[in-house]
């Protein structure tokens, strides 16, 4: 019998237009790729101009409908500038000016830029806070619970789950919980598009009862960078007012070949994504037992899941604490990189994270075990003091002023910023986290955190004065 998740409508359209010949005096300019110069062709293969045809835009409809089915969702809206925009468009579509959103501290940037734009104002979810391996955690069920108790106010709950770390939330109890209190879940699941695809945990946060649910197609799965997915659930949120919002933001001339990326993922995902993410997850079981016998380094395994907070967890997302060696996981990162060409996804004061994928092939799995008992073998001379990671708590910051009206208010940058209203978010990256965010109040940790992670090699791309030595504060 046929298998409707064969077909690639976006695919098959741009094949089309290109077997047809057709000359378009329309955009883009490049004229399917018959513009572009030699190194241009070099670089990015004259085909990816050819397939740049903006009119496979008609058989998107079609495709999305394919997703949803394929991952159990009532809706599939395809975005093609990045998570960012899915999640401004998700949390305008719950949320609007004045409206009271439980909102998870351990989020991403592009969810505080939604709260701005949106005018919402924010009840802060705390994370769970691991002592032990100084990471956070999701926010466990209990918490969102007394946090819904104490604040009946609330319209939206959003969470985000899994974290870079591959620690995922208990999203089947908190949407119960929200859902009994007619209020919708939205759940920011960037790094989980693959999970609707497998049977095992992680859950896919859709089919666990969030209303809406992102996800970055181009983060572990097969998508072309900007791919992004917004999949409704539930009956709780329109689609229609989805859609309405991001044709508020979004760009009027998406990209052909990011529609088509999510479309050719998503066939080959539901017809072998079993066996596909059966061998990443096997890869990362051998590799795992490996690294364990390497002396200095820590690899976290299932045992994580006894963890507060810790409800599910990603085997694909390979943590590994290099703080034994007397080396932060700055520093193994950017060893990897200039003595191994090895980029991983993440390095923080401890260690170094690594996104495993479907795609990953076996001589890649066993040159990272060589790198890394290499740098265990040996590291790095140079020692910099890891910067002294605060608990959880003492980067509670106390929230003065709502998001939007700090972000737009009369500003001056200041060298020291302790007691004042911030007016700007710094976020070390990744993952992205802002460490403060526009109204809360500076205290002594957080600007010591930030100056001495800056120092021992953290990335902070988004603050306004990039070396830290002022903050852009609300002028008092
Ligand atoms: C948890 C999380 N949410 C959202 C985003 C934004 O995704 P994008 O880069 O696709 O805009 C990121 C990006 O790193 C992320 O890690």
Redesign the pocket.
Known sequence: MENRQDATPVLDTIQQIRDEGLYSFSLPGHRFGRGIDSHTARVLSRSTFEADVIMAKSSVGEAEDLYAEAVGARQAIFTTC???IS?HVGLLTIAGPGSTVLVDRNV?K?VVASLILAGANPVWLRPAWDHEREVAHPASAETVARALEDHPEIDAVLL?TPT?YGTGADVKKVADLCHARGVPLMV?E??GGHFGFHPDPPTAAVQAGADIAVQ?L??ADGGLC?A?MILVGGDLVDPVDLRLRLDLITTTSPSALVYGSIDGWRRHLALNGKELIDGALQRAGELRDQLRSVEGLVVDDESILGCEGVTEWDPLKLCVDVSALGITGYQAKEWLSSERQIAAQLGDARRVVFSLTYADEEAAITDLFQALKALAAEPPRERRPAPAVPALEELNLEQVMGPREAFFAATEQVEDPVGRVSAEMVSPY???VPAILPGERFNRAVVEYLRAGLAAGMTIPDASDPELATFRVVKD
């Open positions: 990045g998570s960012s999640i991403h592009s985000i870079e920011d960037a790094w970055s181009h983060k900007q992004s990744p993952p992205g």
